[in-house]
């Protein structure tokens, strides 16, 4: 941080943030040197942070910001892309949580826009409500007519990186571009998850690794109204062990 504060414009940074920074002795054009006081603060704040933003993202009590009732799919994005509740109020909760899963936001992200842009529901829990955990395998059905007019996928992320799960797969993905993708007869599609793919459902499975908590994201490219008002709505994620 200090080395933004120091290579930046002081412009490119609003007060608020700056006499956040200055509180701990990060200033423009001043040295960063923290006592041993200061680094056993500073090293537990990071942990703290660390843990109250990662609770925040991967269970959040804000009933607002799930999809549907009794549901693990979620996001973020409370009244707009800026996270206000109110002109010119931020909820810190979801900004804290978004900011702690991604990174850049614009605002097709949190806008209705039928058949064009992107969406985006992600899921840390299994239908009983339970931590993803990487040595299970899990089901998820996203029935007929998913409501996108480009493609859909689901990424597999890991909970403490929050990079995508390094396994054996090249991409630990499924995705409708996937031309070898198998479809269910009606028209549905059932994604597994798991250290082994199930027999004969390879490119219908994403590895996971035991010992590694993991979280899901699906995007859909293009989405239809079907998405937007509700009527089409994806599976829970169920263990099948």
Known sequence: MNQVVQSESAASLDAVSLGYYAS????????????????????????VGDATARALAYKTRQKDLYFYENSAWVSP????????????????????FYYFYATGVTPAMAEKIVGQGSQYAAAFRDSKGQALDGAKNYRLHLPANIPIKNF???IVYDNQTRSMLQTD???????SQNEKLEINADG????????????????????????????????????????????WRPGEIEAID
């Open 188 to 231: 549905s599609v059932d994604v597994y998850f798991g250290p082994k793919a199930p027999a004969g459902k390879e490119n219908n499975w994403v590895q996971t690794i035991p010992g590694k908590g993991w979280n899901t994201l699906l995007r859909l490219y293009s989405p239809l109204e079907p998405w937007f008002d509700r009527t």
């Open 77 to 96: 994005f409370l009244g707009s892309y800026k996270f206000e509740v109110s002109p010119g109020v931020r909820n810190l909760d979801s900004f804290a």
């Open 152 to 154: 859909w996928s689901l």
């Open 24 to 47: 701990i002795g990060i200033e423009k054009g001043k040295p960063f040197a923290p006592d041993a006081r200061m680094k056993k603060i500073l090293t537990e704040a990071a942990v």
């Open 169 to 175: 797969q090249r991409f630990p993905m499924v995705s």
